[in-house]
């Protein structure tokens, strides 16, 4: 599949919320040195689905990665079985011990069996990609917006305001240095492993118009930070950085990341990844009940699935049950 717009039509009419089946998140990859493929897939003349599919090289075993896919006009037995057998085909061909799909389709148990009939295990993984995610609809006006929001939350964006907290956009690469070493010290304080090629991925964006980087400074010093993507409908916080201070700058940060969503037409506001549950002790809980301070509901989407190919899954599934029962979430 080489056609740009012919991608993209596709995703905004089934699935606008596929952040990583967009044509610009390959470009990502490949920039970061993976292996992607594109395939269209048609009955007769008709594009009935696509798929935007990574090699994963990794010391478990290789696999076959579709993140937020395949993208399917109608998901059912017949149409995921076509598809599935040419990407077991194309998983074999690049050695790959299994085909690792997480489609954004409703969590159900209609969509389950869907993919239990096609060999199918929940992967031994956490939830991820936004699997659940916190998200805002941008209806509202700005005033209903704050009333909506829980009373703190809406108190440290107007105390952000009355210290004289600053936000800037930007969609300068260069500004990055900012972004990393906030986000360096936060990744430290917090004891997360740091997400990588986010340069690639602003630069590929940013290029587009569909990318911001917001800074959040007090007396000229950048204290907090965003990367906002503008994907389809939906504004995306993607990468958040701050030092720790008693200046709320985050609120705000985010409060004018909503702010220019609504001046770009978005319909959505998407805060991303929360916790699956309210368990105070979850790695995620602190920055979950943050995120939910600004007013939204949970959106939850199927978890990945994969497709085992060869023996060899099984000590590659062992190994990742293994990591996620040491994390502990």
């Known amino acids: 599949m080489t056609n740009k717009i012919t991608w993209e039509k596709m995703i905004d009419a089934v699935s606008p919320i596929s952040l990583f089946q967009r044509w610009d998140w390959a470009d990502v990859q490949k920039m970061s040195g993976v292996t992607v493929m594109r395939f269209g897939y048609f009955q007769g003349n008709s594009l009935i689905g696509i798929a935007q599919a990574a090699v994963v090289v990794a010391k478990r075993g290789n696999f076959l990665h579709v993140r937020h896919g395949p993208v399917i006009k109608?998901?059912?037995?017949?149409?995921?079985?076509?598809?599935?057998?040419?990407?077991?085909?194309?998983?074999?061909?690049?050695a790959c011990v299994c085909i690792r799909i997480s489609p954004f389709i409703e969590n159900n148990n209609k969509n389950e069996n869907i993919f239990k009939t096609f060999g199918g295990l929940p992967a031994a993984i956490h939830a991820m990609d936004a699997e659940h995610a916190w998200v805002l609809d941008l209806a509202a006006s700005e005033e209903q917006l704050l009333a909506a929001m829980r009373k703190t939350t809406r108190y440290e964006i107007r105390r952000a305001l009355k210290v004289g907290v600053s936000i800037e956009k930007t969609t300068d690469p260069a500004s990055l240095s900012i972004f990393f070493d906030l986000y360096n010290t936060t990744a430290?304080?917090?004891?997360?492993?740091e997400h990588q090629n986010i340069k690639e991925e602003f630069s590929v964006f940013a290029a587009a118009g569909h990318a911001l980087h917001m800074i959040g400074r007090m007396n000229g010093k950048p204290i907090a930070c965003a990367i906002i993507l503008f994907v389809g409908s939906e504004a995306i916080y993607h990468h958040g950085a701050s030092v720790a201070s008693s200046v709320p700058a985050s609120y705000l940060v985010q409060w004018e990341a909503i702010r220019e969503a609504k001046k770009r037409g978005m319909v959505q506001y998407n805060f991303w990844g929360i916790a699956p549950t309210e368990n105070p002790h979850h790695p995620w809980y602190g920055l979950t009940q943050f995120k939910k301070g600004f007013g939204g509901t949970t959106r939850t989407m199927i978890h990945a699935y994969d497709i085992p190919l060869s023996w060899a899954y099984w000590p590659f599934r062992a190994v990742e049950w293994m990591r996620k029962q040491y994390k502990g979430y």
């Open 74 to 94: 109608n998901w059912n037995t017949t149409n995921g079985k076509a598809i599935l057998s040419h990407l077991k085909t194309i998983a074999r061909e690049h």
């Open 188 to 193: 430290k304080r917090h004891g997360f492993v």
